[in-house]
């Protein structure tokens, strides 16, 4: 019996949910006419604060590697948790929808408010039941049931 190495769970959960967040993101900015360049722009003004707007490609390149980062960091975080707290990964879907609200209000409470992001957060109870939701399936779900998956042993 084998189980996939740490790299491989959290290198493919971090991606997928890095792939799923943003498409998350997309989909609910476009009734607000956000395009995607744009969201990558936010993403990167964190680090870049308003200037990111007027760095073009650079910026959205900056703001497409950080947000890949944060979401590899989501995956690491759950991965490790769950080495110690089975019950991650023998319950991954509630553990998976709790988590990606953990990671909604980490995002506003802590990482947003130490960086250099010029926007207001929470804003409007609709932005924050979105993001939650969208956290919640696009982060936390997937994070969760790709180590599940990853984490069980098979036969060699």
Known sequence: MNKAGAPRIVLTSGLIAGV?????????????????????????????????YQLG???????LL?????ALGAATVFYLASRKLTFLIERPLISGILYG????WFMQLVVL???????KTLSSWSSIVIGNVVHMICVGTPIALITHKLSRTRPS
């Open 101 to 104: 609200i953990a990671a909604y």
């Open 57 to 63: 490609y650079s910026s959205a390149a900056l703001g």
């Open 20 to 52: 799923t967040d943003l498409t998350g993101a997309i989909v609910s900015s476009l009734p607000r006419g956000v395009t995607p360049f744009r969201i990558l722009q936010a993403v990167a003004s964190g680090w870049l604060g308003m200037r990111s």
């Open 113 to 119: 408010p130490l960086s250099a992001y010029p926007h």
């Open 66 to 70: 950080s947000h890949f980062m944060i």
